[in-house]
């Protein structure tokens, strides 16, 4: 409910506040898209659920070695585009993400590096392993991560 609500634009405070609630007290059986897809619904509103976001990264943490590529992305995404700060669980996204930089997709590549820019989070490694696919033609050079587009989403954050 959450990611269609936010995927047409509609803020609804009161159903909002109700899915935080719940959420908040389901998080350990979501599996990681739904944690993730949470995350970017209220991210994507500009909804703060400071509860809710603390329960997604205790949660994210346990199983950052679960996510793909995409999920750390919009994790990354969500957390930096709603502002809070969560300095161990974009240490695992960092981990988690270098050992899979191969699998992710260009506008995934873009959106991490964003993230992390943006939050000012120190990740040379994972900085490095993008450099690296880019010149060594793993999928991030071979999906085009240089090309014009990808480039200004990752500017601007676009998800």
Do not use: C, H, Y
Request: hydrophobic content about 50%; proline content about 7%.
């Amino acid at each position: 409910t959450a990611w269609a609500f936010a995927t047409l634009g509609v803020r609804a405070p009161q159903l909002f506040d109700a899915i935080a609630r719940e959420s908040e007290q389901r998080v350990g059986s979501f599996k990681p898209q739904e944690l993730v897809n949470t995350a970017w619904a209220f991210a994507t509103l500009g909804i703060p659920a400071p509860q809710l976001f603390n329960a997604i990264v205790r949660e994210s943490e346990k199983r950052i070695g679960s996510f793909n590529p995409q999920e750390l992305a919009n994790t990354a995404w969500a957390f930096t585009t709603i502002g809070m700060r969560a300095p161990q669980l974009f240490d695992a996204i960092a981990r988690e993400s270098e050992q899979r930089i191969d699998s992710f997709m260009p506008q995934g590549l873009a959106n991490t590096a964003w993230a992390f820019a943006t939050l000012g989070v120190p990740a040379p490694q994972l900085f490095d392993a993008i450099a690296r696919a880019q010149r060594v033609g793993g999928s991030a050079a071979v999906g085009g991560f240089a090309k014009p587009q990808v480039l200004a989403n990752a500017k601007e954050g676009a998800p």
